[in-house]
């Protein structure tokens, strides 16, 4: 019987390399099948100590391994070369596909064992490591040559485990915005989250000096009623996100109605079909687009009550809110704003019942509209509505005679004009700032005794930001905008100030309701221990109370104590707090409402007793 050449080859002794020609390598791409299973069924062949794996201490290389110095033996087993003619018998697309996925299993396994001998040996020098440092602390009570094959698996395996939740720990939390890798979340456990919202300090200097009455805001504000609040809203300040919130982010009895597809939302009173709000996500623009305090107090009470007799008319409380924002992000934000097409071309302007003529408010551009205009156009253009926009939508136009610049100097003009919109944003019900968002949601729950759903966020990446702006640009535009630069800095101001007194007002308040608290347990406390007393004598009866005329003596001695101590620790509470109401200037406020609730304390001790 005639065998195949492949089998016929396999037995011949192997050729020598000739001189200076490379070994021969290993790789299982180049040997077939049958000289594979050939090799590895001899015993004692180079191939089987090869696929064993090299002696302990010493490493060949991934591809490489030593020349057969030895020929194979001819006794060797014929069952590889009787397989030969089936895999000869293939075709030579399913050969090549079973080459690759025998190349594939390969490498599989050679990634197996590279993670295997690479866990280990960072398992085995972890022991060390430890061991070392045990022995350093314990001493001689540790030995790392004592540790079994059971703690080496169990130290791989703690090893596996810290690896695999670091892995789980960057997929679940990446990079440092997890709430677990924050170390404030540990220092404390409650931070407050109106503080250092610009990433600036919580206390600062105050500039102006202004009044308890200036300080305190808090209106009466009755939804049911007649009471109307007016959003006055300056463009690029926020206020299409504040007025959203108005209108979708308050609780209330009847919230607003608004439908999928609609900027206008229904706000109605409860039981009423009335408004309790004007602004653009609830009236509209019915006094135009984007009106002024001029505008607005004008025309909101023609409005609102048109349709009616004046002599029905109720009388309303109007309370106006705005928002501001830093002039020279203002100011950036208007012109890309204005680069992409706006115009506010339906804005009236409406003052003394008249519109102004086109020589009193030129327009900076021809065409439909000012796109694609460059920052220096846009600052060159002198009749520019953007230029100290805050100071002449919050002041009086009416003052300095509207639109027409001939009536009073120039200097005049803005000094009035800054003065008048300060006094206006000072008398305002409400008032934030862009700039602090946690702030501007605190003042006016408290303003108005309404609360938000959600909080709102601060944004510090805005279109304007994203600008970018050198020193001498910023100066120019801090110089058309100085009318803005003086209001925002005041308004800051007062801002932060009204915060500051309004968080010192509720600390104060919930001081003075522990202190009620503290001293209504001290009352019951004194009055139980007093009365267990009592019945202890009534039980336990003195042998000499015959000789005492009166049996009620020890019960009225009893009152007249409890009587005495409890005047006594209202006396030195009250003491107490007359002291930190002058150390804190608070007032008679705090004083009355300290006597009001030790009045009630009494009575009420008296009541149990």
């Known amino acids: 019987m005639a065998l195949p050449a492949c089998a016929v080859r396999a037995f011949e002794p ?25 090799a590895e069924s001899r015993p004692g062949s180079v191939a089987a100590s090869v696929r064993a794996g090299p002696p302990r201490g010493v490493s060949h290389g991934f591809h490489t391994r030593p020349l057969l110095d030895k020929p194979r033996k001819a006794s060797s087993s014929l069952a590889g070369a ?9 075709s030579r697309g399913r050969r090549r596909r079973m080459h690759v996925l025998r190349r594939r299993w390969d490498l599989g396994s050679l990634c197996r064992a590279l993670l ?59 990079g440092t915005e997890c709430q677990l890798l924050r170390l404030q979340a540990f220092s404390s456990p409650v931070p407050d989250p109106y503080r250092s919202e610009d990433e600036s300090s919580a206390r600062f200097v105050p500039r102006y ?6 300080l305190l805001r808090k209106v009466d504000f009755d939804i049911k009623g007649d009471d109307l609040i007016v959003f006055l809203h300056i463009q690029k300040t926020g206020g299409t996100t504040f007025g959203r919130h108005l209108v979708r982010n308050i609780q209330l009895e009847q919230p607003c109605e608004c439908r999928v597809g609609q900027k206008k939302c229904t706000c109605h009173r409860p039981g009423k079909r009335e408004t309790w709000l004007f602004s653009r996500f609830s009236t509209g623009w019915s006094c135009g687009l984007h009106a002024d305090w001029t505008e607005l107090t004008s025309c909101v009470p023609s409005v609102v009550d048109g349709k009616r007799d004046a002599r029905l008319r109720p009388s309303r409380n109007f309370h106006y809110i705005t928002i501001l924002r830093d002039p020279v992000s203002r100011y950036l934000s208007e012109w890309r704003h204005v680069q992409r097409g706006a115009t506010w071309k339906a804005s009236l302007h409406v003052c003394d019942g ?40 919050l002041s009086d136009l009416t003052l300095v005679g509207c639109y027409n610049l001939s009536v009073m100097p120039e200097k005049q003009r803005n000094k009035v004009l800054l003065e008048s919109a300060k006094s206006n944003l000072k008398h305002m019900a409400f008032f934030g700032l862009t700039e602090f968002q946690r702030k501007t949601q605190y003042l006016f729950e408290k303003t108005f005794n309404m609360n938000f759903i959600s909080p709102f966020t601060q944004y510090n990446t805005t279109r304007a930001s994203s600008v970018e702006i050198n020193e001498e640009i910023q100066k120019r535009i801090e110089g058309l905008n100085f009318l803005d630069m003086e209001l925002y800095s005041y308004a800051k101001d007062l801002f932060l100030q ?15 309701k522990r202190q009620e608290q503290r001293k209504f347990l001290k009352g019951r406390l004194l009055q139980t221990h007093f009365q267990s007393q009592g019945q202890g004598q009534s039980q336990n009866p003195n042998p000499n109370q015959s000789q005492n005329p009166n049996p009620n003596a020890n019960q009225n001695l009893t009152q007249n104590l409890t ?3 409890i005047q006594n620790l209202t006396q030195s509470s009250s003491q107490k707090e007359n002291r930190e109401s002058l150390k804190q200037n608070s007032g008679k406020e705090q004083n009355d409402n300290t006597s009001n609730g030790t009045n009630d304390y009494i009575g009420s001790v008296e009541k149990w007793r």
């Open 14 to 38: 192997p050729r020598q390399p000739e001189r200076g020609a490379p070994a021969r390598t290993t790789c299982p791409r180049r040997h077939s099948r049958v000289e594979a299973e050939l």
């Open 82 to 90: 009787a397989c030969a003619p089936l895999f000869v018998l293939l």
């Open 116 to 174: 295997t001998r690479g866990l280990a040996a960072l398992g085995h020098s972890l022991k060390h490591v430890l061991g070392a440092i045990i022995s350093k602390i314990f001493g001689p009570l540790a030995s790392v040559g004592n540790m079994d094959e059971k703690s080496n698996k169990l130290l791989l395996a703690l090893v596996m485990l810290f690896l695999f939740a670091v892995i789980v720990l960057q997929y679940v939390c990446p």
């Open 209 to 214: 000096n202004f009044t308890r009455g200036d």
């Open 354 to 393: 008249r519109p102004p003529t086109s020589e009193e408010l030129p327009s900076c551009y021809t065409g439909d509209d000012w796109s694609g205009c460059p920052l220096k156009e846009f600052m060159d253009c002198p009749y520019n509505l953007a230029n100290n926009r805050q100071v002449r939508m």
């Open 498 to 512: 009204r915060y500051q007194f309004m968080r010192q007002k509720e600390h104060q308040e919930a001081r003075r």
């Open 563 to 565: 009587q005495n101590l």
